[in-house]
């Protein structure tokens, strides 16, 4: 009876480490996905509303779903209180401080800072046309993101329940 518990328990959590590796990429693409969302509301912002971006990026930060809001609300915040630094040390501060709330890599790490070094710096035009190119960015990294998601989700549970077995097999 004990056995038979305890290789219950060994198929359990071998299993549910397969799944927590398939939900944390999971994650990762909702992360990218609500990147890509803000950055579309704040072209919006910058080319339709031209609303002051402290505004613009709690407005936006408001809205998003996931902890890439973080981003958005804690830069505004910290343009609101006028420090005297600049947006770039910033908005790097604010990355840096949050990423390890979301489940985004170093390289949306770097791509978020390319970005922030623009922020605020040029005109409204060249704004524009830099976050289209950091969209394009994150649309490649979402379709890299879905198709890797589509290979790897059942080999991840499958290899759970197989390394939980083999586990099962190995001690007794």
């Keep these: 009876m004990l056995k038979v518990v305890g290789i219950l328990l060994i198929i359990l959590a071998s299993t549910l480490i397969g799944t927590y590796f ?50 958005f609300i804690e830069t505004a915040q910290e343009l609101q209180k006028k420090s005297g630094k600049s947006i770039f040390i910033i908005w790097k501060e604010t990355i840096e401080k949050n990423m390890p709330y979301t489940y985004l ?50 080999l991840y549970q499958r290899l759970g329940i197989l390394g939980g077995l083999l586990l099962i097999i190995i001690l007794l």
């Design 22 to 71: 398939v939900k944390r990429h999971l994650y990762y693409l909702e992360d990218l996905q609500a990147l890509l969302k803000g950055l579309t509301m704040l072209e919006s912002e910058i080319h339709y509303a031209k609303s002051p971006l402290p505004i613009a990026l709690e407005q936006i930060g408001i809205r998003l779903e996931t902890n890439v809001r973080l981003f």
């Design 105 to 154: 890599t170093k390289e949306e790490q770097k791509l978020l800072d390319s970005f922030g070094k623009t922020l605020g710096y040029l005109d409204r035009e060249m704004q524009i046309k830099n976050i289209a190119l950091i969209k394009s960015s994150l649309n490649e990294q979402i379709q890299q993101a879905f198709s890797y998601k589509n290979q790897q989700a059942t």
